[in-house]
């Protein structure tokens, strides 16, 4: 079942949970490997994979992210397939075919694996907003899996850019060339920027498996205290236990 829905900026926003459970041998390490310097424990690393359900005051859907998709995705190598998005979307009272917009925040498999279903994407009748430089460096399975599938639907955008009614995105680069944030009122829903809770302590606390270790610290420094300075800002994170952080 999704989390419990909340209320922000005029719209209802639901954390959907896709699957649970430790990245698979050909990836995994301990933790303090994953995060060097952060003082974790010598463990598996348990991800919780979330999807965001946004419900404006029109009854329009907008999805951040997909989640890790089927057992053929990408993800599958890696990820606790098959995920369970299109069952927790039900228990939201949402349909694929009712998003109007899906944002993905990057092209890692775990975000991108789930547009994509039998072939075909799985949102037939939405917009999927990526960067353009995430566009631009796509490879891969994930290229040829989803890009290639869904680029008659992709929206295409260029740093920050407001892409629903009350809905930005922000470019955050680091993760991965165009990774990207979106914002509804005080609610930031992060993608990958943070990864574990030890990086809010310290955003200057690297990850494995950032594509660019210091800009991802760098960006993440910088996105955190422009959030704090707001004085209260949410966090709807993608891969700690609990969804919503407040800062």
Request: net charge negative; aromatic share 4%; with cysteine.
């Amino acid at each position: 079942m999704p989390h419990q829905p909340l209320l922000v900026a005029g719209v209802e926003v639901t954390p959907l949970c896709d699957a649970v459970g430790p990245m698979g041998e050909a990836i995994r390490r301990p933790l303090a490997e994953m995060f060097p310097g952060a003082g974790l424990p010598e463990e598996p690393w348990i991800l919780h994979f979330h999807c965001y359900l946004i419900r404006d005051r029109a009854g329009r859907l907008t999805l951040v992210d997909t989640g890790i998709g089927g057992v053929d995705s990408p993800a599958s190598s890696w990820a606790p397939v098959p995920g369970a998005l299109v069952r927790e979307l039900a228990a939201a009272g949402a349909d694929p075919a009712d998003v109007s917009t899906v944002i993905l925040t990057h092209l890692h498999s775990d975000h991108a694996g789930g547009a994509v279903a039998d072939g075909r994407p799985l949102f037939e009748n939405a917009r999927y907003v990526l960067q353009n430089a995430e566009l631009e460096a796509a490879a891969g399975a994930v290229r040829d899996q989803v890009i290639d599938v869904i680029k008659g639907q992709l929206h295409v955008v260029d740093g920050d850019a407001e892409v629903a009614p009350g809905l930005r995105v922000h470019l955050t680069p680091g993760h991965t060339p165009g990774h990207q944030i979106a914002r509804a009122g005080e609610l930031a829903m992060t993608g990958d920027l943070v990864l574990h809770p030890a990086q809010l302590a310290d955003p200057a606390v690297r990850y494995l498996y950032d594509d660019d270790q210091e800009r991802a610290a760098a960006t993440r420094a910088e996105v955190l205290a422009s959030l704090r300075a707001e004085g209260g800002a949410l966090l709807a994170t993608c891969h700690f236990e609990d969804p919503f952080v407040r800062l």
